[in-house]
């Protein structure tokens, strides 16, 4: 399900990084782990600490200095389809932004 909603988002491309698949448009917004049982999503820390906080049992922060820049873990089997079309949403946004110089 989530290689099927992250490729389904305009311009995304799917190719390997490290050990990970990555989803990315300008930049990498995501990636998922051969196992897919969680993903990595790139998201501001604003809205990291709110999905943490209102849904502790499926994201938690990335547990290195990517967690603090917003990178997030979504345990996949916790969330229902909506709401994960919805952080990957949130996450290709922030892969279609220009990188600051």
């Given at each position: 399900m989530f290689r099927e909603i992250a490729l389904s988002l305009e311009g995304?491309?799917?190719a390997p990084h490290f050990d990970r698949t990555a989803f990315k448009v300008r930049r990498i917004y995501a990636s998922l782990p051969a196992d897919g049982k969680t993903a990595n999503l790139?998201?501001?820390p604003d809205e990291q600490a709110l999905k943490c906080m209102?849904?502790?049992e499926?994201?938690?922060p990335v547990g290195n200095a990517w967690g603090r820049q917003g990178w997030?873990?979504?345990e996949l089997a916790r969330v229902e389809r909506g709401e994960l079309e919805q952080v990957l949403a949130l996450a290709w946004t922030h892969g279609c932004a220009k990188q600051p110089r």
């Open positions: 995304t491309l799917e790139r998201l501001a209102t849904h502790p499926a994201f938690s997030t873990q979504c």
